[in-house]
């Protein structure tokens, strides 16, 4: 496949990319039949990660607070979305894949029920929807009524072609998390990436530089990603640092915690600011944790703005390799699409999201919800510019725009059409 001429044209196509998956047509083999507006699930796969924090609830034997204690289980929750969202497609289709560019108001609900013993888990809602199509954003909320916990985000990506031949992505967005019951928010923004192997036909994902989560108790913590073999001798490697206030770790020496390893894997912890060895606590072994399948109703039962069902046909041609079909089946969404947009521009009527809306921090007060007072505390832009961005960082320069994605969750309880 590697050798083939049409890989090879893609690849070259790749390099006046501009983050628009339209603009790329690439061969069968490499698309997943999948929409990236299903992406936004790997946030809660692991369901019973997401829930352990709210389980914390007594100071333990090692006589830490109980907001340092759920801090360290929102990182072992958060290093399991960093196995689903980045190596899923690797492990289920064999590499890397294109996925179908979602159209504006696409939805995905489902549900993950509870696979507890004791019940614990509850049932977890997901909801889904394409806020943007130019540029594509995706927005998301989980709920897990049971623990009383909402998980909410937004992604939007900036890709370019670097010399050596990988793609460079760049996240924009970041993902918010409340323990209602505990009163207790955290901030957690997104790593960037790039993609290698694409001159092979071989690609996958590289995590790069940091990410953050900051909490409402003042807890903040750096997830520290490189390549293969800096920190740990392994791919997916992380060193992540935990320390009691994002001013400590302005700090030399003030870590409350270290630990490293795979975050697709193994990780140990140790006190301090030294590196933890593999004879220090294991933290957690991400391969060992279960994953759970996210139920989606049947076709025949979906609206038409839900994914599977739109995409239905496109995806078979997918699976069964045949670009006459992907082409004339994916035609057919893009040109209803244009339709629908011509007529909304005659009626002077636009698109209207459906359970999210765009809110505007600058014409807010600050403690309108969590997000300025979290990326306040971590010294994060509150600006529309890539995810983990520093305030007073130059990416700054010149950007005025502080409006970010929300859920609005009266509006998706009073939805009666599409259901979880
Ligand atoms: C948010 C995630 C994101 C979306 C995807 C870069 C990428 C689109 C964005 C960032 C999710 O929470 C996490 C996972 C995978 C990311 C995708 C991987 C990928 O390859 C695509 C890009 C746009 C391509 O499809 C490039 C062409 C392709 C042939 C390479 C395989």
Redesign the pocket.
């Known amino acids: 496949m590697s050798g083939s001429s049409s890989w090879t044209s ?1 690849v070259k196509s ?1 390099a006046s ?1 501009n ?1 628009d ?1 339209a603009s ?1 047509t ?1 061969p069968p083999f ?3 039949p999948t929409s ?1 507006a299903e ?2 699930q ?2 809660a796969e692991y369901t019973e990660l997401l829930v352990a924090p709210t389980q914390i609830k007594t100071v333990g034997e090692d006589k830490e607070p109980v907001e340092l204690q759920r801090m360290l289980a929102v990182i072992r929750w958060y290093l399991a ?1 960093l196995k ?3 190596t ?2 690797a492990s289920t289709l064999g ?5 179908l560019n979602p159209f504006l108001g696409e939805l995905f609900v489902g549900k993950w029920v509870d696979e507890s013993d004791d019940g614990h888990i509850g049932e977890t809602d997901l909801a889904i929807e394409q806020v943007s199509h130019h540029p594509p954003i ?1 927005a998301y909320g989980i709920e897990n009524k049971k623990n009383n916990i909402v998980l909410q985000g937004y ?1 939007r ?1 900036k ?1 370019s072609m670097s010399a050596t031949g990988s ?1 460079n ?1 760049r ?1 924009f ?1 970041h993902s918010i998390l409340e323990f209602k019951d505990l009163n207790e928010q955290y901030l957690v923004t ?1 790593p960037h ?1 790039h ?1 290698e192997g ?1 001159l092979v036909a071989a ?1 996958f ?1 590289e995590l790069e530089q940091k990410s953050y989560i900051q909490s409402s108790a003042g807890y903040y913590a750096t997830i520290e990603f490189t390549g293969r073999g800096y920190f740990y001798g392994k791919k997916n490697s992380f060193k992540a640092k935990v320390y009691k206030s994002y001013e400590d770790s302005l700090k030399k020496g003030k870590e409350l915690y270290t630990i490293t390893g795979q975050w697709s894997g193994a990780s140990n912890i140790a006190k301090g600011s030294s590196s933890p060895t593999s004879s220090d606590p294991l933290f957690v072994d991400i391969s060992k944790q279960k994953a759970q399948t996210l139920q989606v109703k049947p076709i025949e039962k979906q609206h038409e703005l839900e994914s599977r069902r739109a995409w239905a046909k496109v995806a078979e041609g997918i699976k069964t390799g045949d670009m006459n079909v992907i082409h004339a089946e994916k035609s057919k969404i893009e040109n209803a699409q244009r339709e629908l947009r011509l007529k909304e521009k005659e009626a002077g009527t636009t698109w209207q999201n459906r359970w999210y809306e765009q809110v505007d921090y600058s014409k807010l007060p600050e403690d309108h919800d969590a997000f300025v007072k979290l990326a306040k505390l971590a010294n994060l832009s509150i600006k529309n510019v890539p995810s983990s961005t520093l305030k007073g960082d130059s990416k700054e320069d010149g950007v005025t725009d502080e409006t970010h994605w929300r859920f609005n969750r009266a509006k998706f309880d009073k939805e009666t059409e599409v259901l979880i």
């Open positions: 893609f790749l990319y983050g998956l790329l690439a490499i698309l997943a990236l992406y936004s790997y946030w979305t689903s969202q980045y899923s497609r590499s890397e894949k294109k996925p995706t992604n990506i890709a793609l992505v996240q967005g997104l990436l993609l694409l690609p994902i």
